[in-house]
C-alpha cells in the first residue's frame, strides 16, 4: 500500500528539502558562470531541473488527491521558473543578448 501525501508534508517538504536543494546548485552556477566554467554552470543549471523534477516524481505523485498532486507540481515548477530566471538574469548580465522571463504557474485554490 502507498503512503499518501498531504498537502501540509508536500509545502513543508518543498521548503525544507527541495528549495535549499535548488539553491545549492542556483548558487553553484552562479559561481560557475563567474569563473566562466560554462560547462559546470550548464551542470548546476541540468542539477536544478533534475531536483524539481525528482521532487515531483518521488513525493508530488503520491499527494492524497489530484488538487493537491497539482497544487504540489505547480509549486514545485516555480521554484525551477525562479532559479531558471535568476539564472538567465546572470547569463545575459555576462554575455548579452535578450532576456525573456518565463511566467510562473498558478496554482488551484
Do not use: Q, W
Not at 498531504?6 to 518543498?14: D, F, G, Q, T, V
Not at 566554467?37 to 524539481?52: A, G, R, Y
Not at 525551477?80 to 485554490?109: D, H, M, Q
Amino acid at each position: 500500500m502507498t503512503k499518501e501525501y498531504s498537502k501540509e508534508r508536500l509545502e513543508k517538504s518543498i521548503k525544507l528539502f527541495l528549495e535549499p536543494r535548488v539553491d545549492i546548485s542556483l548558487n553553484s552556477a552562479m559561481n560557475r558562470l563567474k569563473e566562466d566554467n560554462m560547462s559546470e554552470f550548464l551542470f548546476s543549471v541540468m542539477t536544478v531541473d533534475s531536483s524539481v523534477e525528482h521532487h515531483i516524481m518521488n513525493n508530488c505523485s503520491k499527494a492524497e488527491n489530484e488538487n493537491v498532486r497539482i497544487k504540489c507540481v505547480n509549486e514545485a515548477t516555480n521554484v525551477k521558473i525562479r532559479a531558471l530566471n535568476k539564472l538567465s538574469e546572470a547569463l545575459v548580465e555576462k554575455c548579452g543578448g535578450k532576456l525573456s522571463y518565463t511566467e510562473e504557474e498558478i496554482s488551484p485554490s
